[in-house]
């Protein structure tokens, strides 16, 4: 089992900035690619940002492209989001999530890849 959890959520002006943080504990960390979703009121859950294993390989939605970055710090147990640039319509509760992938896909931006979800932090940007 891998618990996650995720902070930094709140409250900002479009253009702002945000970092939000997954802290992960369980088993071993760095096994996990991890990946950030995020789901808006009345929509489906989505793909935002996906790290491979040692954070050699990023992958991103084209509507967070520039604007988001997904890094990673094995040694405390934990993923990050930095998003800039806010908008309105990334207004959303955010999740982290875990996966076990294989060696040739390292990311990915399915949700049924990913083993263990966060319970999410809410982000809302306003104009």
């Known amino acids: 089992q891998v618990q996650l959890v995720e902070s930094g959520g709140g409250l900002v002006q479009a253009g702002g900035s945000l970092r939000l943080s997954c802290a992960a504990s369980?088993?071993?960390?760095?096994?996990?690619?991890m990946g950030w979703f995020r789901q808006a009121p009345g929509k489906e859950r989505e793909f935002v940002a996906g790290?491979?294993?040692?954070?050699?390989?990023?992958h991103y939605a084209d509507s967070v492209k520039g604007r988001f970055t997904v890094s990673r710090d094995n040694a405390k147990n934990t993923v990050y989001l930095q998003m800039n640039s806010l908008k309105p319509e990334d207004t959303a509760v955010y999740y982290c999530?875990?996966?076990?992938?294989?060696?040739?896909?390292?990311?990915?931006?399915?949700?049924?890849?990913?083993?263990?979800w966060g319970q999410g932090t809410q982000v809302t940007v306003s104009s």
């Open positions: 369980g088993r071993t960390f760095s096994n996990y690619a």
């Open positions: 999530a875990a996966a076990t992938l294989t060696s040739i896909v390292l990311v990915s931006s399915e949700l049924s890849d990913y083993e263990y």
């Open positions: 790290i491979s294993w040692n954070g050699g390989l990023t």
